[in-house]
């Protein structure tokens, strides 16, 4: 490999930052030369490629967001943007492409690969929803915000002793969602995978709890479920107790990288160069059983996780 690029596509996510300078850095001492593409695969089609060398990733472990920016792309989704992509990298002589972001940007780059651009995927998202890996760059800084958030919220639920639902971000999955649940002691924790809609349930638990003398009841709900403000005046109705939502939104992707976002990125970022140096292509990289580990993108797409079995991913 004589010229990688790197690119960060989707959601972003605390620690993408410390990945790029990762791979950066990592291909830079393997005498390779290195290209930023901005925003995702739409600025591989409109060409928006930097030269990049060790001072651009300067000064940026600790930021949030990405330095390279990002975006969600429907032309990519097309063949004909696909096979136009794989001409661009050729164009700008990149012969080997480290993708970081979720599923979605994994399928991008195995198009890439099918074109002959030798490409690696990094597991970026906050939302822990990719099968292969049992840590996903940003996931430990977004529940960390959330948490201390939901800390917070819990302070005035119990002085006006209310209902607070607080809906954390998560897409489909509720890995957020329980992690903060399990971490801010909830009363309630309302997993997409799980959630029977069933609100009587809740209600239930609610007037249970207030019998027994519980100040607040905190229930987390996950994106996925929603309608947490409708949900709110329901409970209210029902119960006689003051209900308020919270939805916590866009913060929770936001903020100075957590330690391990930091250093699991890193350690990603440079296994992504070692793998492509080796002439791997097609492969994406994961956190299993403990190590970090590659697999075939395809593979890793097929995978699924069962959240109700998560306590063996901690
Ligand atoms: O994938 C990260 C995420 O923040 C999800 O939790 C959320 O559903 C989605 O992105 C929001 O996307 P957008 O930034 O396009 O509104």
């Known amino acids: 490999i004589n010229t990688i690029g790197v690119l ?20 830079i001492s393997k005498g390779m030369n290195v290209k ?3 925003r995702g695969y739409a600025g591989l089609l409109n060409e928006e490629i930097v030269d990049m060398n060790s001072r651009s990733v300067s000064e940026i472990i600790q930021r949030g967001g990405t ?8 032309e990519f989704r097309t063949e004909e943007g696909q096979a136009r992509g794989a001409e661009m990298c050729r164009k700008h002589g990149i012969d080997g ?11 991008g780059a195995g198009k890439l690969a099918e074109h002959g651009i030798n490409t690696v995927g990094l597991p970026g998202t906050i939302d822990l929803d990719i099968a292969c890996t049992d840590y996903t760059i940003g996931f430990d800084t977004a529940v960390n915000t959330a948490m201390e958030a939901i800390d917070k919220i819990r302070d005035t639920s119990t002085s006006h002793e209310r209902c607070s639902i607080i809906e954390v971000m998560g897409r489909n999955a509720g890995y957020i969602a329980l992690w903060c ?18 609100e009587q349930t809740i209600i239930n638990h609610i007037i249970e709890h207030r019998k027994n003398g519980k100040k607040h009841h905190i229930i987390i709900n996950a994106e996925g479920i929603g309608h947490s403000t409708s949900m709110a005046k329901r409970i209210e109705a029902a119960t006689g107790i003051e ?14 990288p957590s330690c391990k ?9 440079a296994k992504a160069v070692e793998l492509l140096a080796e002439g791997k292509s097609n492969r994406v990289v994961g956190w299993r059983g403990g190590e970090f580990v590659d697999y075939d993108l395809y593979e890793a797409l097929a995978m699924q996780k069962d959240i109700c079995e998560e306590e063996y991913a901690i």
């Not at 330095?67 to 429907?74: S, V, W």
């Not at 492409?97 to 399928?107: A, M, Q, T």
């Not at 919270?246 to 936001?254: A, F, K, V």
Request: some cysteine; proline content about 2%; aromatic content about 6%.
């Open 36 to 38: 930023g593409i901005q």
């Open 97 to 107: 492409l480290v993708v970081i972001g979720g599923d979605g940007s994994y399928r």
């Open 8 to 27: 960060t596509s989707g959601g972003d996510a605390p620690g993408m930052n410390a990945a790029i300078r990762a791979v950066v850095r990592t291909a």
């Open 181 to 198: 649940g399990i971490a801010n002691g909830a009363e309630d924790i309302l997993l997409p995978e799980r959630y029977d809609c069933n």
């Open 243 to 256: 209900t308020r939502a919270s939805i916590l939104g866009y913060m929770q992707r936001g903020g100075m």
């Open 67 to 74: 330095i390279l920016y990002t975006a969600r792309c429907e």
């Open 261 to 269: 976002d930091r250093v699991y990125a890193s350690i990603m970022g």
